[in-house]
């Protein structure tokens, strides 16, 4: 089994920064992706960003290029959120693949954390 701990969600304004951790325990050898979701009240859960976990191959959703970044490092996978806006305000899932491909489908991943609320206030 794999669990992941997400961290590092809070409060900030528009135009600040936050920088989430997806730690991954248990049975890493079995991963090669993490991807992050979001999802805000009353909407459906999106995606975010996913990269391998060997750095080759990145994916992001058009509403946060140029402002986000996905990295790994010895099992931990980050996400930097620079020039936060009010309509990034949601939970915060980081999401762990038995795969190499990098994906934007939720249903392809297997593995969850718990989730960390973002909320950035105008």
């Known amino acids: 089994q794999v669990q992941l701990v997400e961290s590092g969600g809070g409060s900030v304004q528009a135009g600040g920064s936050l920088r989430l951790s997806c730690a991954a325990s248990g049975r890493t050898s079995s991963l090669y992706s993490t991807g992050w979701f979001r999802q805000a009240p009353g909407k459906e859960r999106e995606f975010v960003a996913a990269?391998?976990?060997?750095?080759?191959s990145t994916s992001y959703a058009d509403s946060v290029k140029g402002r986000f970044t996905i990295s790994y490092a010895k099992n931990t996978g980050y996400l930097q959120m620079n020039s936060l806006k009010p309509e990034d305000t949601a939970v915060y899932y980081c999401?762990?693949?038995?795969?190499?491909?990098?994906?934007?489908?939720?249903?392809?991943?297997?593995?969850w954390g718990q989730g960390t609320q973002v909320t950035v206030s105008s």
């Open positions: 999401a762990a693949a038995n795969q190499v491909v990098v994906t934007n489908t939720a249903g392809e991943y297997d593995y």
């Open positions: 990269i391998n976990w060997s750095g080759r």
